[in-house]
């Protein structure tokens, strides 16, 4: 089982030996002992620190017709880099690939500039680019090979170097990602985007029971218009998990999709962490944990019950 960078890392290889148009550019987060550099050292670039002239440069590779993944940590490309965003792949639509490592808090004891719990809003204000959070090496590859194969600009949002098991789907849905053990009887669905967001809604289900999981992996605006039509579909209501802001959060737009149904929004709070320490201590911190998260839940049923 691989971390979401190593999946992106070993895919991204597989698919560079099918497509000679495929080069790999990071921005210092490589390291010397990369596998596309080992694989393919003709056709990977490490930048350094220069995330916006990185992406200017693949702007220039796309144009010429080459297939550009670059990878850098999400808050230095989805912020710094946004205008580039913006026209580059959202208003030219460059096939290019953008892999925005350590979302949301997992650099930890890097400490805030590099947490980054708005890439996801920023990158969907640009109409254009897929966005995807994977979860699991499975999905990550698929993702990876997808975006490969793919004429229009990804964003692919990882963590760090944190390990999670496939999502064991229900083969009731054909094109919802709903974890086993679906009943329809059930008047509460969880909905998870991101690594920790999904972790948090797998352990959830396991203690309380008698809710749904509903994984969500790609979240640009055409991507959710399609889920959204099969969510009305689904009964009773949705709490929305996300590693991310609550301004400019998917728990937002579903909100505004879906009027007349009941949605209700689990995010970090918004407050800056005073301290470093691991992810898991930062998102303590910032209120986003089991204990919080299966009281958040608990809390909702009681006042539909009983109100």
């Known amino acids: 089982m691989l971390s979401g960078r190593d999946a992106c890392k070993a895919e991204l290889v597989k698919c560079a030996e099918e497509d000679s148009t495929i080069i790999c550019i990071e921005a210092d987060l490589g390291g010397r002992d990369h596998p596309f550099l080992r694989r393919f050292p003709e056709r990977f670039y490490n930048l350094g620190i220069a995330e916006m002239a990185a992406l200017d440069i693949c702007t220039g590779f796309a144009e010429a017709g080459f ?33 925005g490592s350590y979302g949301g808090v997992c650099g930890g004891w890097f400490g805030t500039t590099h947490h980054c719990l708005e890439d996801v809003g920023v990158v969907r204000l640009f109409p254009g680019i897929k966005i995807a959070c994977p979860y699991g090496e499975a999905e990550t590859r698929q993702v990876l090979r997808e975006a490969a194969q793919a004429t229009q600009p990804f964003y692919i949002r990882l963590g760090r170097n944190d390990r999670y098991p496939d999502l064991i789907q229900s083969s009731e849905f054909a094109s919802l990602a709903m974890e086993q053990g679906y009943e329809r009887r059930y008047q509460v669905t969880l909905v998870s985007i991101g690594e920790k967001a999904t972790q948090l809604c797998v352990a959830a289900k396991q203690q309380l029971g008698e809710v749904n999981h509903l994984h969500l992996c790609y979240v640009d605006n055409l991507s959710l218009a399609k889920v959204i039509e099969q969510m009305t579909q689904l009964p009773g209501l949705f709490i929305v998990a996300e590693e991310h802001r609550r301004t400019g959060s998917i728990a937002a737009e579903l909100a505004l999709s879906l009027p007349h149904r009941s949605i209700h929004s689990f995010t970090p709070s918004d407050d800056w962490p005073k301290f470093a320490g691991s992810q898991d201590d930062i998102l303590t911190y910032l209120g986003f944990s089991l204990n919080t998260f299966v009281s958040f839940i608990k809390n909702i049923i009681y006042k539909k019950e009983h109100l």
């Open 67 to 99: 297939k550009p993944f670059f990878t850098t940590f999400a808050p230095f490309v989805a912020l710094r880099c946004a205008e580039s965003l913006k026209l580059s792949m959202g208003y030219m639509g460059k096939a290019i690939t953008v892999i």
